[in-house]
């Protein structure tokens, strides 16, 4: 299990390793919110479309609890928030609730957010949401008089520059006094906001005096700060890759109550002081509270001249004063001389890159930082490729939780499958022990993958992660979500790329080890019509490849048992199929193997055996009788077909030429070739058919191939089809067979091979 190879450190915090310990089954509550989620009808009023609001059942009221829980699970599904969903809070006497948070819901409009509002939230968390308006303002104040956390993300653009531009603020904006007015309000975030004047953050911050944590991160013209000193409370201050920040440096020492700074850079042209040393020196000094500093992607830890202060060395010269005082956190990932690799750093906690510590302390910091999470994450992925790593289950944590974050970000889809790759394999039969996690990593894969269908990185590297797992056990409870995107692959990817390939090796190995539910499933899906669209592909072109041969195994696998999917065969023409790949390619034993055991497959189903009897199909059988192709198999499986065929009587056997009696004569002579102890490359999950064949008295060539069948299976792999004949009542059947007057003698010996092979293997077990 993973917590074995988890070590927890000193230094890294517990908390951050949260899938340690985790091999208890997912929670009932988690499942039924799961559920909700996915059959709103559940809490809904029947009767619904997709069209219209949904509405609570008649006399339902949620706790808060419960209405925050549904609104944060469809909010981190792929099922878009949306105007239809907001509705069921609309009544705030039936729902509750206190804190919303919205991420890339390009769906939810200014009404949807009113009616959000309505509740008198706590908080509010708005990023990604493309559609809100300059109106969400008001709403905001109308709305604000209990909110005390307030975050505005990237692309919500509630303060366009056309309202608060270059041009000056109108008068009206200046005689109100604030932007938005939320009195209590205690974190404000602004993110990406740019051209808007000074002004604009000066009546905004004006009313908020109360602030205890401001970040304005990617916001640019802060101009001088110097607007900012009445908020004597605040204790975080975050300006992520705000420009001017050296002009900014005065206004910030003055917030002497700061326990949290954060003046950190990913932009190479900013970061950049003339007089690092002194700056860095200027701000600890004057902010004597502070316990966490982030000075990330900057030149002011300098050239790492040691200095000593009251005989405490110290590699970064700003921070000597704190050499007997560390910081609880410093971040120093891509500073300027490589600070990260100094040895006297007076910190706990070091977010850089100097080692895995220090790489998964980085990539926690900055998991809302697209920009600087895929430099952390491309780390995080090179030290799995090359070396042991010693927090896997930090590591593992973190991956998952930034993949989950940012889904539409490419670049942190693809480093982050590439890790978990990696952490996968590398854990083996470990990691079969622990169903959450397994079904965390998997979910987390589907997810990239449904939204990164397209990228051909992103697809490969998800596919050879899923085949690390246990297939199909493992993937079967998301397994038609798996089913579509494989599918995808296979027709919708690249001709003749790797993902192809990959794809359609799962799907081969998906239809060969599930039941008939999920195979009737994989034909709902597509798997026929797509697999036959890649024989046609390969026929056009005149190319026997892997891909031709799977294709044709994934369709015997999916045919097994299936009617409907035999069925599904034969309306896409797959007959004409088999024919033209025949006539193509007469020599490839794998491809002939496997159409024929498909075939086989469609003969056992009664009511589609007559589009078989033509004299073309018919032929082209007893030919293959003779084949001496992959052994016995396809000589094996075209007397299979025959019996079937032959099995309905002489009346079914329409056509004149090749005869009847030809054909089974023929057979019979090819079931007598054949070595007893030849091996199998086949796999019968049940003998029905075979026991079927083996009453029809009618034809004795069918019992021949039947009882031949079994002597064979029970004689090369008694273990496995021994226990099968007798489970199934075939020791009965061929009792009745022996003392049955119009039976040929051969047939006879044969099924009494049958009975010594299942009471020898039963000796073994016993003896």
Known sequence: MLQNRCRHSSVLPHEICSFCNTTTPETLLDICFDYINKHPETICNPGFSSEEDLQLLDGLSLPVEICERLLNVRNNSLTPVDSNFINLFRNTDCTRLKRVKLRRQSEIKDQDLEILLKHNLVELDLSLCPNLTPTCIHHITENSSNLLFLSVGEDTDIFPVRMFGKSPIGQELYDKGYIFYAPNLRKLTLKGLHLLQSDFYMILLYP?????????????????????????????????????????????????????LDVSQSKDDQGKYEKGDKILSSIVECLPKLTSLDISGTNLA?????????????????????????????????????ACLRHDIP???????????????????????????????????????????????????????????????????????????????????????????????????????????????????????????????????????????????????????????????????????????????????????????????RLERGLCDDVLEVAWSTMWNVTDETPLNCRKFLEHKGMQHFLQCLERFPDKEELLRNMMGLLGNVAEVQELRHYLITPEYLTV??????????????????????????????????????????????????????????????????????????????????????????????????EKYCTLVEREGGLRLLQKLIFHSDVPARVKDLAGVVIENCRNFQASLDG
Request: proline share 3%; hydrophobic share 40%; charged share 20%.
């Open 621 to 718: 059988f007893a030919r293959l009788l003779d084949s001496e192709s992959d052994g016995i198999e396809v000589s094996y499986n075209a007397a299979g077909v025959i019996s079937h065929i032959a099995s309905d009587g002489p009346g079914v056997w329409a056509v004149q030429e090749p005869s009847r009696t030809y054909v089974l004569n023929k057979m019979v002579s090819a079931i007598e070739r054949w070595d007893l102890n030849s091996p199998r490359n086949i796999n019968y999950r049940s003998f029905e058919p075979i026991l079927y064949l083996v009453q029809v008295f009618h034809t004795p060539e069918c019992q021949h191939w039947a009882v031949w069948a079994l002597a064979n299976l029970t004689k090369v792999y008694p």
């Open 302 to 338: 300098g050239r790492g001249v040691a200095e000593t202060l009251n005989g405490s060395v110290c590699d970064i010269p700003g921070l000597s004063s704190r050499a007997n005082n560390p910081f609880q956190y410093l971040g120093l990932y891509e500073t300027s001389h490589d």
């Open 208 to 260: 908020l005096s109360n602030l205890t944590h401001l970040d304005l991160s990617n916001c640019n013209d802060l101009h001088d700060f110097s607007y900012t000193q009445h908020l004597i409370n605040l204790t975080s201050l975050i300006l992520y890759n705000v420009h001017g920040i050296e002009l900014m440096i005065p206004a910030i020492c003055k917030l002497t109550n700061l326990k949290h």
């Open 347 to 537: 910190a706990k906690l070091i977010g850089g890159n100097a080692n895995e510590e220090q790489i998964l302390v980085a990539a926690l910091a900055y998991l809302d930082r697209t920009d600087m999470l895929q430099k952390v994450m491309n780390e995080l992925f090179h030290l799995f490729r090359l070396e042991n790593i010693e927090y896997l289950g930090q590591a593992l944590n973190i991956v998952l939780e930034a993949m989950s974050r940012h889904l539409h970000e490419r670049h942190i889809q693809i480093s982050g499958s590439a890790t978990l790759f990696y952490i996968v394999k590398g854990t083996g039969p470990e990691l079969h022990d622990d169903v959450r996690v397994k079904r965390k990593i998997i979910t987390t894969l589907l997810n990239g993958m449904s939204v990164h269908k397209n990228d051909d990185t992103m697809m490969r590297n998800g596919c050879l992660t899923l085949c690390q797992f246990r297939i199909p056990q493992d993937v079967l409870f998301d397994y038609e979500r798996l089913v579509n995107i494989l599918l995808y692959s296979v027709y919708g990817m690249v001709q003749e790329s790797f993902v192809q390939r990959i794809g359609i090796y799962l799907l081969n190995s998906l239809a060969c080890q599930v039941d008939g539910h999920q195979k009737v499933k994989l034909g709902e899906l597509g798997a026929i019509n797509r697999m036959i669209w890649l024989i046609k592909e």
